[in-house]
Every structure is written in C-alpha cells, then in structure tokens.
C-alpha cells in the first residue's frame, strides 16, 4: 500500500515522494552503498544520487515490486562509483563477497564459457530451493554485502554461526551447479 | 572479471528474493553467537547474619541430599552439603569442523537452537518492574572515587533470599526495593531472571550460583531451607560457622563460583564466630567481543587520572557502528556474544562520572536504545584502556540509605521463617566485583583530542571515541538489563 502511495506521487510529481522514499528504503540503501564503496560520504552522495534517478525513471517506469527496484538502482549507482575508483575496491565489502562467492564456482576454464545471466539464473534456482532464512542470509552477503556481524545481528545468530552458514550454502551451491551441468567436477 | 560477471550474475535473481532478504528480520533476540575471549566477569556477595548472643540449640536433624552435585572436597568433613538442585542441562553449539556431514550438522544445530528457545522462554516485561532498583542502586554504590564495580544482578539475587528468609517490615522493605508486591512474584520474577540469565552451552557462560550456610547450633525451618534449594538453585551446607576450616571452604565455595577471578576477594570472605547463618550469591559471566581488537593496534598511550597522567595500554579499532549523545555524555555499545554488550559511556568534556550518574538518562538508553533520540551510525575511531578493575565494598550502609534498615537492627529484624531464633541481624553485605576486558584485534592510538560532541548536535561520519579519561562501563544482557557497572576512574 505504501509503495502504491509512493509511485503515485511520483506520479504526480510531487516531492513528498522523496520523503517516504527515505523513510522506507533509506537505511538499506545506506548500509549497502557503504558495504559498497567502504566510505559513508561516498555512500550518502550514492543514495541522493539513487533518490534522483528514481525520480527521473519513475514515471515512465511503474516498478512492481518497488523496493527491488529502489535497491538495484541503488546498488547499480554505487557499483559504477566504485569502478571509477580502484583504491576503494580494498575497502569494499561488497567486493570481498564477491571474492568469497567466487571461490566457490567450479571450473576454470568453462568461467569464461558461460554467460553472466545464464550463471545468474542458474544461482536463482538454487536460491528458490533453499529455506527462506538460508536464501535471506546469502542474499544479504552475496547481493547486500551486507558484513558476518550485521546478518549475526539481524537474524540473532552469532556471528561463527554465520560464517558456517554461508560456507555450507556455497558448498551447496558448487555442488548444484555441478549437478545442472554448468561446470565440471 | 569475475567480480564483475558475478555482480551481472547476481543481478538476475528475482525481485522477490530480494524484497524477502531485505524486509527479513531477526529471528529471536536471544539465539547465540561466538568470538575470542574478551570480557570476564564475577561478582560474589556474602550476607551473614549474627546472633546477639550465641547460645547452643538443639542440632539440626540433616536432611537427605536432593542430589550431590556439587560435592566438597572430601578430606573436609566439618562441612555437610545437604542440599543442591541440578541446573538446567542445555544443548551444546555444535562446532563446525568440516567433518561432519550438512544433515547431521543441521540436527546438532537444530537441537542447539530449541535447547536455547526453551531455557529462554520468558514472559515479556518480566522485569519491568525493576528499573526503579537499577535507577536507585548503581549511583549509591558508584558514588565513591576510584574504580568501583557493581553487580545489580548479583545484588537483586541474594536479596530474593534475604526476602525469602525474613518476614514483616523486614521483608516488605526488600520487596518495596526490588519492585515487587508480594513475595510470591518476586519469587517467580527471580525464576525468569535466573533462566534467562543462565547459559552453559559452551559458547557463552553465565552461572549464578546460590548457597546458604547454617550453623551447626542452631534450628532452621525445613520448609524455608529447601525452598532456597529448589526456587533459587541454592546449595545448602551446614558446619560450625566462624571457624578456620569453614571459612576457608566458604573461600572454596566462592572461588569455584567465580572461576578464580576473585580469589583474593574470597580469601577474605571470613565469617564472624558468632555467625548463625550466611546467605552467598555469585554470578560468573564470561563472554567474547563480537567484533575484536587486534593485539598489535594495543599502544601505550595516556589516561587521565585526577591524581595526573598515567600510561596504559590502549587498544584501538575503527568500525561502524551507532553513536549515541547527550547533553553532557557520548556512548558507544559494543557488542558481546550472547547478545550481551558493554555499554561505554564518556562524558564530555567539563563534565565527570558522577554528573553522568546523576540522572537516569545513561539507564534509559541502555535499556531502550532504540528509543534513543540522538544517534548515528558512522565510522567509529575507538581506543579504549584495557582494564581490570575489581572492588570489594560492604552494601550494608547503601542499603540502609536505600531503604532496607530492619535487618541491621536485632531489635525489629524479622527472620522468623528461617529459624525462630530471636535476637539476629544482619552484620555485613560483601559485595565483590571484578571486571577484566582484553583484546583481540585492532588500532594504534596516539593521544588525541576528544571529538565527541558537546550538547545535542549530530555529530560528523567519522568520530574519535578515545577513552582516556574518567569513564562509565555498563555491561547489559540480551534482554537490555544491567548485570555489571562500574567505573574506571585509574585502570
């Protein structure tokens, strides 16, 4: 109902939209371009620069689900920063995930043969059989970037508990793409 | 290349997954969690109670042990334990060692996790009620230069006991303190703490322990002994009180209960001969930082005292985290495992612990920090003296001041339900605390110039949070309530 009210302000041009876009999505935008770019300065002119962007594109766009929409903006402006900047490629979290995520793929030489959204579907279908809190947690370290600590405290685990998850979810993830016949053994 | 084909990659999954990740919420507040040894505490506290004048009566017909768990060494037989109730068993964390396989590893971990749920299953707002003691209590007893230390957990339970061995004005006075209307729900507030409290599952360690000493002269009430045994987890002894042999296993008693840490303090726990009864409470917390400090970012740097300036070692992280402010203080949480955290709380400059312990905002915040006006989470450059403070005070006078007087006098005390003895009160309150942090990671700190804010204006991205003077440490449990405080004032 929110998200209704907020694209209908959009909509309509007016600036309240902004507003309710903050008080929704601003804290999430925020802890991901800083996982992102590792400087919250950085991080805060990324989610100005996402709230005009959502206010350029939507309307013509009408995003269902808007907060999939908001945080892909999001992430997307923060990933272009980073790559205009190298040195902070050390600081980002986000890029450490996706080392830690790399490791986990199977072969070589087949990483260059397969497409990036054919490897992204194929991570999509192991994601739709795990349980939710399983699926919850990878996606906020592999897609969020979000740190150990944080998931730890946002699901009340510890933050070991966490770290055995996610290897066994990446364990399990090689194994599947194994098993769809994406990479050999 | 391959970052940026898994981030393309990553863009593909669904929306819907990605809504669900991030509208997903904490599972429950007190699951478990892991680290490196950080923090350890103890606090003991020993209430004897005397006769007037000590005369011979019959001699208490011994009960049937309920269990012998907590045997004492058995080359002393001038002490008896009578009386101990098991403690509840709980499941293990199962460690992860690649050994094992995902499906038996999901059983352990599943077991882990119900073991958790059912030690931790109290009613909400169990101890509301409290607040007002916390309020009351820790600014009476900090209120002394130097480095102090309080346990209001410790403190609240030995005082469950007293209330339950004392009767009329005697106990109504305990009760008024802690909040409650009637012993009975006292009794059962002190059961939730207790089981919410608890935990030996091999990743956080919280044991209270209870005991209760009688005197071989005299008669006590069966019904009130095992009552101690069975509500509050008491072990009952019993021995000729006051002398040598009893006090030092007295000293044993305690010293096991609180892991060594305050084996000085126990050696000291001597009962008077004239002792008819004693009443011992011990709470041993050990815990370890979730986000540590790295031994090679510990430097030497300046702590100043009021006596002058003096050299320790500080050690040193930058993180993000929340920083909280006030009118006259800057506070940092840090979190512990267990979802316990160590709350510090510095006061600005032209301000000192005392002013901070003069109203209850400090209280406030750290048991609703979610309510607090003035926060912001930003990058946190923290540099923190290691200590190891420990105090050893007797409570009897901050009682007194506090409201609880009949006790101490032998004309008005009321002990009737636990001997019928006349003539008894309460001669000394031990209380004894040692706190003790060390690191296990970061940061190099020179001297430098506090940048926390002064009076309610938000503070930058990046805030210096150098505790070198002067500060409030307050460690608080998973349900947000205050089981240590203290200062350090020369650590």
Redesign the interface.
């Known amino acids: 109902m929110e998200d209704k009210k907020i694209i209908a302000l959009l909509f309509r041009r007016t600036e309240h939209a902004i507003t309710l876009l903050k008080e929704r999505f601003g804290k ?1 935008l ?1 802890r991901t371009a ?1 996982n992102i770019l590792g400087n ?2 950085d991080a ?1 002119e990324c989610v100005s620069d996402t709230y005009l962007t959502l206010w350029n594109v939507i309307p013509p766009k009408n995003p269902n ?1 808007l ?3 908001v ?2 903006t999001g992430k ?1 402006i923060a ?1 272009n920063r980073l790559r205009r900047n190298t040195a902070q490629m050390r600081q980002s979290n986000y ?1 450490l995930s ?2 830690e ?2 490791d986990c ?1 199977p072969g070589t030489d087949l ?1 260059e043969q397969i497409s ?2 054919e ?3 194929a ?2 279908r192991y ?2 059989r795990l349980s ?2 399983n ?2 947690i990878f ?2 370290r ?3 970037g979000d740190s150990s ?1 944080d998931i ?10 966490v770290d ?1 998850r996610l ?2 979810l990446r ?2 993830l090689r194994a599947f793409l194994i098993k769809e016949e994406l990479y050999d053994a | 290349m ?2 940026n ?31 490196t040894i950080a923090a350890v505490l103890a606090a003991c506290i020993l209430i004897g109670m005397l006769h007037t004048q000590k005369e011979p009566l019959p001699v208490l017909q011994h009960t049937q042990p309920i269990s012998t768990t907590e045997k004492l060494p058995a080359s002393v037989n001038l002490v008896n334990l009578v009386a101990s109730k098991e403690y509840p068993k709980m499941a293990a ?1 199962p460690n ?1 060692t690649g050994n094992i396989s ?1 499906e038996a ?1 999901s059983a352990a ?1 599943d077991i882990w996790v119900a073991s958790q749920k059912a030690q931790y299953n109290q009613p909400t707002g169990y101890a509301d009620s409290l607040t007002n003691f916390f309020i009351r209590s820790i600014p009476e007893v900090l209120k002394e230069d130097g480095n102090q230390a309080f346990s209001p957990l410790n403190v609240y339970m030995a005082l469950v006991m007293l209330a339950e061995i004392t009767e009329g004005q005697s106990r109504q006075q305990i009760l008024e303190f802690l909040g409650a209307d009637s012993i009975e729900n006292l009794r059962t507030q002190a059961g939730h703490i207790w089981n919410a409290h608890y935990s030996a599952d091999g ?1 956080t360690s919280t044991v209270l322990a209870n005991s209760v000493w009688l005197d071989d002269a005299y008669t006590f009430r069966q019904e009130t002994v095992d009552r101690l045994a069975n509500s509050h987890y008491a072990a009952v002894f019993h021995g000729n009180l006051g002398t040598k042999e009893l006090n030092q296993q007295l000293g044993s008693w305690l010293n096991q209960q609180t892991g060594g840490l305050l084996e000085k303090q126990a050696e000291n726990a001597a009962l008077h001969p004239d002792t008819v009864f004693a009443l011992a409470s011990t709470v041993h917390f050990h815990a370890d930082w ?2 540590g400090f790295s031994g090679k970012n510990t430097k030497e740097n300046l702590f100043h005292c009021a006596s002058g300036d003096v050299s320790v070692a500080f050690m040193n992280s930058v993180r ?1 985290s929340t920083y909280y402010w006030s009118e006259n203080f800057g506070a940092v949480c840090l ?1 512990l ?1 267990g ?1 316990n955290c160590m709350w510090l709380i510095l006061p600005d400059e032209g301000f000192c612990v005392s002013d901070i312990l003069k109203t209850d905002a400090y209280l406030r915040l750290i048991m609703d920090p979610a309510k607090w006006e003035n926060q912001k ?3 946190i450059d923290l540099s923190l003296p290691k200590f190891d403070v420990s105090s050893q005070t007797d409570l009897a006078e901050s009682l007194q001041t506090l409201g609880i007087t009949d006790i101490f006098d032998c004309s008005i005390s009321d002990f009737t339900p636990i001997t019928e003895s006349p003539g008894l009160f309460v001669n000394k309150i031990d209380h004894a605390v040692r706190v003790s942090i060390d690191e296990a990671g970061v940061a190099a700190a020179a001297y430098t110039v506090i940048a926390t804010p002064s009076n309610p204006r938000p503070p930058t ?2 805030i210096a949070f150098i505790l070198d003077r002067p500060f409030l440490f307050v460690i608080s449990s998973q349900d947000q309530l205050p089981l240590f405080a203290g200062t350090v004032r020369e650590p």
């Open positions: 999430r925020y800083v919250p300065s805060e689900p907060d999939a929409f945080y892909r997307n990933i890029a996706l080392d995520l790399a793929i990483w990036a959204r490897l992204g579907r991570i999509d994601l739709t939710r809190e699926r919850c996606l906020r592999y897609w969020f600590s730890a405290s946002a699901f009340g685990m510890s933050r070991n508990s055995v290897h066994r364990e399990e | 391959m970052r084909k898994l981030h393309e990659a990553l863009n593909e999954i669904q929306d819907r997954h990605i809504s669900d990740a991030a509208r997903a919420a904490r599972r429950s507040p007190r699951i478990l969690w892991l680290g964390f992860y995902n590893y971990y990743l979730d986000t993000s979190e495992s979802n989470k930003c990058m991205d990046e």
